[in-house]
C-alpha cells in the first residue's frame, strides 16, 4: 500500500511561484508513474503532468509546458511540481497520483494524496 502526502499549497499572486511536494510512505516510487493532476470547481479532473520515476521521463499539459517542471528527490522518495508564472486559471486542487501505466488518464491511477489547494490572484 502506498500513502502519499502532498503539502505546499496556498494563495499567490499571479506571477508568482509555488513548490507542490508529494511525500510516499509504505514503499519508495521505484517502478511507479507518478503523476500530478488538478481539478477547478466544477470542473473535471485533468493531468497535469507525469514522471517516470526509474528513468525520469516526464510530459506535461499544453497548458503548463515551459511553466511547471515535475522533479523528484529518489533520497527523500518524494515528487515536486515547481509551478512558475502561476496564471489564475492554474487555480485547482492539485493531487498527487502513483500508478504503474504511462497515462495521463485518472482513472489508470492506483494511489491518490488527499490534494492541496491552490489559489492565484489576479
Known amino acids: 500500500q502506498v500513502q502519499l502526502v502532498e503539502s505546499g499549497g496556498g494563495l499567490v499572486q499571479a506571477g508568482t511561484s509555488l513548490r507542490l511536494s508529494c511525500a510516499a510512505s509504505g514503499r519508495t516510487f521505484s517502478g511507479y508513474i507518478m503523476g500530478w493532476f488538478r481539478q477547478a470547481p466544477g470542473k473535471e479532473r485533468e493531468f497535469v503532468a507525469r514522471l517516470t520515476w526509474n528513468n525520469g521521463i516526464t510530459r506535461y499539459a499544453d497548458s503548463v509546458k515551459g511553466r511547471f517542471t515535475i522533479l523528484r528527490d529518489t533520497a527523500k522518495n518524494t515528487v515536486y511540481l515547481q509551478m512558475n508564472s502561476l496564471k489564475p486559471e492554474d487555480t485547482a486542487v492539485y493531487y498527487c497520483?502513483?500508478?504503474?501505466?504511462?497515462?495521463?488518464?485518472?482513472?489508470?491511477?492506483?494511489?491518490w494524496g488527499q490534494g492541496t489547494q491552490v489559489t492565484v490572484s489576479s
Open positions: 497520483a502513483a500508478g504503474t501505466i504511462v497515462t495521463m488518464v485518472p482513472s489508470t491511477y492506483d494511489y
